[in-house]
């Protein structure tokens, strides 16, 4: 990775350019030293002012040392410039300056690491880069609406499904994400406004369209943001519609064929009795029998329509114990131990008729072994899963 990298590189660096440069330092203060040690011994050996002499020769180290200190930083001084603007553009996300090494000392060390900091700086850049267009694809093609704020509701992020499903005169991204909810239909408006996922629908040219909120929260660079994604649902659902009107009518078709096939036959048989003239008892027999079976036609198609029917189911919390037990008195069946401890979320009427009619099928089912057990499993994400169990053969397959 790109930081290790650096990191050596800057340890590496740091260390040897310093031990150098002190090194010279002490040379030159040294060398200084020994010059004004020289001169003033010098000069007060054969001068006849010794300290004036040796004030002359301090002077003369001093000047002495101060130009040779001079030659040596004053390129130190353009390399340092060099450095600076070098860092300045690093600061403006510019990795394209590179600095010409013309000296081999530890300045020219200095910036060949600089330059190579900065191929590594450019490569890592231009691979955030191309994986940041990859992921911005693959979101603006996606048919899910998403959108991504911050903890003050700025819109950051949204793709093209967002932009056209959210009514807006300009782009989203910079606004703020509850003026533009404010302007959405009322249904979605409520669902926007609550802290749950949700389906909600929308009326658009005389058609209803259906959608799936879902949000998450998460960190990041210690802030609050929040991630909508709104999934439009109106085909999926309209193909699984269609999906259990075939079913729906397989199961009546097969309902109906079973009454009517009979029928005709009784039928056929009555005519020929009337064409023999035995109108007894024969033919109100015939008679009871097709009336029976029209009757019982009759009962599986109302079925059908009190379930298309139903209300809308009011959820409440239902403990599960006292929910199943006073069922146990219609039709006698086994409760699976242990139940999930949290209550359950449903319309407890309606429920209560779906369980009575599963008991009922089971009970038929296995009329011999009336071995009857309903399970209550907690479902991985959320909910629950009810299972009623009995020891019957199950439906044929081409009823199903």
Known sequence: MFWNDDQKLKDHGAEGVSSRLL?????????????????????????SSPLLAFGLSLAAGLLIGWFVLDRMFRSARRVLSALRDGIRSFKDRDYTLRLAVDRSDELGELLSLYNELGDLLREERGVILQKELLLDNVLQSNPTAVVLTNQRGKILYTNRAADQLFPAQKLLAGRNFQEIVEGCPEEMREVLHSDSDALF???????QETYHLSRRTFRLNGQVHTLYLVQRLTRELSRQEVEVWKK?????????????????????????????????????????AIGERVEHLKRFLEGYACFARLPKPDRQPVNWKGFLT???EIYSFEIEEPLPMADGWFDRDQMEQ???????NAHEASADKPDVTV???????????????DRGSGMEEAIL
């Open 375 to 389: 399970r209550v499993l907690a479902a991985p994400q959320a909910g629950c899963r009810i299972q009623v169990m």
């Open 201 to 207: 629908h929308t009326q658009s040219d005389d058609d």
């Open 326 to 328: 006073p069922l146990q």
């Open 248 to 288: 729906a009518i397989r199961v009546m078709s097969h309902e109906v064929n079973n009454s009517m096939a009979p029928v005709s036959s009784l039928v056929h048989s009555a005519r020929i009795l009337h064409e023999k003239g035995l109108n007894g008892a024969r033919m109100v027999s015939i008679f009871d």
């Open 354 to 360: 779906v369980l009575i009619n599963l008991l009922k």
């Open 23 to 47: 090194w010279k330092i002490r040379t030159v203060f040294l060398v200084v030293l020994l010059l004004v040690s020289a001169s003033a011994g010098l000069a007060v050996r054969y001068s």
